[in-house]
């Protein structure tokens, strides 16, 4: 049977995310892969988890193998009130929580219960590719603001929404990651939250904060979420348990105003009915035997080391001309080539050098900066980071000669 023709004009509109695609490498022999940015396997909790496993099948088995609610278990949403409100200083009620497979679900849900075809959707330039690939199937129209070292340059984004507002519009959601950004690193400054916010009010927006990275920095103040800021409920605020437990367990936390929360549960039924309870369980635990709070600096040394280390060789190798970010936190750093090169052109070269990368213009929704890369420290080893950038240095002086 021919399946082409079958398949609905959404199917049709379907891309493989960049992402998905580059991971295959990272399992291929010899490539050193700085592509995917995955936690580093030293990183994952194993013994508390194991810990917390056998307990609970040992006292609440009954419970957390069988289906729990959409909106997720009562006492981990519980537990996540108290830790937003002891780590962030965001008070949120039980019901202003959903529990998601991932931030990434979350990120679909929001397209689903917000976005209608051409509805205009601020980004950041670049942006995390997952948004893309969650946004598809409704078609947005992209409001892509620069940044620089400081994050989103929001005043830049004040010109735009007035110039959309001459229009008689005004888009639907400011899509960010103000911290320790994917994929650029950078880090939204305190007067720029302070002025994202001012503007969501003044033109009467819902701004996303996407955070799955707040909980890695290595350097610099803490600062604090948009959602702490926020008087209004503007804000809907992303969770994620993927960098601070393990990515497996696909478990994640929307905040949001109850009624954003209730039509994101209508939509979530259709999709998996509920998210994995037996995860919900473990992470409750988690955070209430105050593991959270006593692994976290061990993952934050690990990255550190990881991150200083990426800097100091790519300092020794790479070519003059060629610049990068000097993140804080996070996972990943973004390179800028001179202008003219093109580094998806030069991926061929990398790869046959058994190094790769993802190339820059996959976080533009037009595929634009095509001298961009990124780069991931926090999953190679030691070994593969020394060796890696080497080879890297070498495959952008062939190119450029
Ligand atoms: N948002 C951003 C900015 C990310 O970088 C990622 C994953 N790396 C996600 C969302 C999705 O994460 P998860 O679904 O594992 O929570
Ligand atoms: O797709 C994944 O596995 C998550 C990775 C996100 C990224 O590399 O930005």
């Given at each position: 049977m021919q399946y082409d023709d079958e398949f609905s004009d959404l199917a049709k509109r379907l891309k493989a995310s960049e992402?998905?695609?580059?991971l295959k490498l990272t399992q291929m022999p010899d490539i050193i892969s700085f592509a995917g940015g995955l936690p580093n396997p030293l990183s994952f909790p194993v013994e508390d988890i194991k810990e917390i496993m056998n307990s609970l099948l040992d006292n609440e088995g009954a419970k957390i193998l069988q289906y729990g609610s959409t909106e997720g278990v009562i006492s981990f949403r519980d537990a996540l009130v108290?830790?937003?409100?002891?780590?962030?200083?965001?008070?949120?009620?039980?019901?202003?929580?959903?529990?998601?497979?991932?931030?990434?679900?979350?990120?679909?849900?929001?397209?689903?219960?917000?976005?209608?075809?051409?509805?205009?959707?601020?980004?950041?330039?670049?942006?995390?590719?997952?948004v893309l690939t969650a946004f598809q199937s409704y078609s947005p129209s992209y409001v892509p603001i620069e940044m620089d070292d400081e994050g989103m340059n929001t005043q830049i984004l004040e010109d735009k929404l007035k110039e959309i507002k001459k229009e008689g519009k005004k888009p639907k959601l400011i899509y960010t990651i103000p911290s320790f950004q994917n994929p650029a690193g950078v880090t939204m400054n305190l007067e720029r939250r302070k002025h994202l916010l001012e503007l969501s009010e003044?033109?009467?927006i819902l701004v996303v904060e996407d955070d799955p990275y707040g909980e890695l920095r290595y350097s610099g103040e803490r600062l604090p979420l948009l959602k702490s800021l926020d008087k209004d409920h503007r804000v809907i605020y992303l969770g994620t348990f993927s960098k601070v437990l393990s990515p497996g367990f696909r478990l994640a936390h929307m905040i949001a105003h109850e009624d954003i929360i209730r039509k994101a549960?209508?939509?979530?039924?259709g999709i998996d009915l509920c998210t994995n309870t037996v995860g919900q369980y473990v992470a409750r635990d988690y955070i209430n035997k105050g593991y959270l709070d006593k692994h976290m600096p061990k993952v934050i040394e690990l990255y550190k080391g990881k991150r200083d280390l990426m800097l100091d060789m790519m300092e020794d190798y790479f070519p003059d001309g060629v610049k990068w970010t000097k993140?804080?936190?996070?996972?990943?750093?973004?390179?800028?080539?001179?202008?003219?090169?093109?580094?998806?052109?030069?991926?061929?070269?990398a790869i046959e050098n058994k190094v790769a990368y993802v190339i820059g213009s996959a976080f533009y929704p037009n595929r634009d900066h095509k001298n961009t890369f990124r780069l991931n420290f926090t999953y190679p080893t030691d070994e593969q980071i020394k060796e890696g950038i080497k080879r890297l240095g070498k495959v952008i002086k062939e190119e450029m000669s």
């Open positions: 992402i998905r695609e580059l108290d830790m937003m409100k002891n780590r962030y200083n965001v008070s949120a009620k039980r019901d202003e929580i959903l529990i998601t497979a991932g931030s990434q679900e979350a990120l679909y849900l929001l397209a689903k219960i917000f976005v209608n075809p051409g509805d205009k959707v601020v980004i950041e330039a670049p942006t995390y590719i997952g003044e033109y009467d549960v209508l939509a979530k039924q993140p804080d936190g996070g996972m990943f750093l973004w390179v800028r080539l001179p202008d003219g090169m093109d580094a998806e052109a030069m991926f061929k070269r």
